[in-house]
């Protein structure tokens, strides 16, 4: 069973960091973000008859982490929770307990707050 101490050893965040930091991770979700708001700006603009197919497959809650899935070639459970301002602490609970019943090896969890769009 892995404890929250061992988070705590100065070499293991140091390694954490390089691999998010090496993945482009953040890189990866601005663009997905971008993408999305891309698309809205379109529906608003142009109107609903020049969306493009897209539209509904990249607003959908878990593209982000399908579109990183895919990039990346992770396995395993794969959705979004939505919790408001507590989504975060419900992802990293959710991963948590994958690892813990022995559903996976590792996990990549996170969250972040919604943007507020003229579509919702």
Not at 74 to 89: D, H, K, L
Not at 97 to 112: C, F, P, S, T, Y
Request: proline share 4%; with cysteine.
């Amino acid at each position: 069973m892995i404890r929250k101490e061992v988070f705590l050893i100065p070499s293991i965040l140091r390694e954490c960091r390089r691999i998010i930091s090496q993945s482009e991770l953040v890189e990866f979700c601005l663009r997905v973000v971008n993408v999305n708001n891309g698309l809205v700006e379109n529906l608003i603009t142009k109107g609903y008859m020049k969306l493009s197919p897209f539209f509904i497959p990249y607003t959908i809650t878990n593209m982000g982490s399908a579109l990183l899935a895919i990039d990346h070639g992770f396995m395993g459970p794969n959705y979004s929770i939505v919790a408001a301002c507590a989504t975060a602490n419900y992802a990293f609970y959710a991963a948590a307990n994958h690892i813990r019943k022995g559903e996976a090896d590792l996990m990549v969890a996170g969250g972040a707050e919604a943007a507020i769009i003229p579509v919702g």
